[in-house]
T-cell receptor
Framework: EAGVVQSPRYKIIEKKQPVAFWCNPI?????LYWYLQNLGQGPELLIR????????DSQLPKDRFSAERLKGVDSTLKIQPAELGDSAVYLC?????????????FGPGTRLTVL | SQQGEEDPQALSIQEGENATMNCSYK?????LQWYRQNSGRGLVHLIL?????REKHSGRLRVTLDTSKKSSSLLITASRAADTASYFC????????????FGKGMKLTVNP
């Protein structure tokens, strides 16, 4: 079974530039998550999708962050404009069943550096 | 916000020794999960224990949960160099919007 795929793995941009991250979850996994992980910290949930519906985006800074999951499969997370404090690892995860009570499978993450 | 807090924050042991990591949390939970993260394989789910369970085993892993003390422990027996990683506990909070909240993690180093 192929794992969660994320791209790019690394991204370096200047502040105020836009950036986008892409995630392809494990086939058949209806639930998809985006997390942010700062250095020395655990992941923090940004948004959770059940199929194409965003069911929890309370932690997503909506002034600059947006996400979409068209057709309930791949997902894109965008930041526009990026700020210095956005430097972090952005993780995508998926799970087979609805809700967060189940095992989540994580992708390798995208390490974002904002200069 | 992070609920779980792992203790110790760092642990260094010799191969073959046992490693015990503790996690404390603040609010009522549905379940508690342990994850491992290393540079080679990213974040990997290790084991899940439900709020009505007290102990669970998986291979060399043993997890206990004490809901009265709001704490859990992860025991890795006969550690290997490959167990070197950061370990996170994550709690699924009860009620309202289900949310899996990760702790800050702890760094385990197993010396060969």
């Amino acid at each position: 079974e192929a794992g969660v795929v994320q791209s790019p793995r690394y991204k370096i941009i200047e502040k105020k530039q836009p950036v986008a991250f892409w995630c392809n979850p494990i086939s058949g996994h209806n639930t998809l998550y985006w997390y942010l992980q700062n250095l020395g910290q655990g992941p923090e949930l940004l948004i959770r999708y059940e199929n194409e519906e965003a069911v929890d985006d309370s932690q997503l800074p909506k002034d600059r962050f947006s996400a979409e999951r068209l057709k309930g499969v791949d997902s894109t997370l965008k930041i526009q404009p990026a700020e210095l404090g956005d430097s972090a690892v952005y993780l995508c995860a998926s799970s087979r069943r609805r809700g967060q009570g189940n095992e989540q499978f994580f992708g390798p993450g995208t390490r974002l550096t904002v200069l | 916000s992070q609920q779980g807090e792992e203790d110790p924050q760092a642990l260094s042991i010799q191969e073959g020794e046992n490693a015990t990591m503790n996690c404390s949390y603040k609010t009522s939970i549905n379940n508690l999960q342990w994850y491992r993260q290393n540079s080679g394989r990213g974040l990997v789910h290790l084991i899940l224990i439900r709020s009505n369970e007290r102990e669970k085993h998986s291979g060399r892993l043993r997890v206990t949960l004490d809901t009265s003390k709001k704490s859990s422990s992860l025991l890795i027996t006969a550690s290997r160099a490959a167990d070197t990683a950061s370990y996170f506990c994550a709690t699924l909070t009860q009620g309202g919007s289900e949310k899996l909240v990760f702790g800050k993690g702890m760094k385990l180093t197993v010396n060969p």
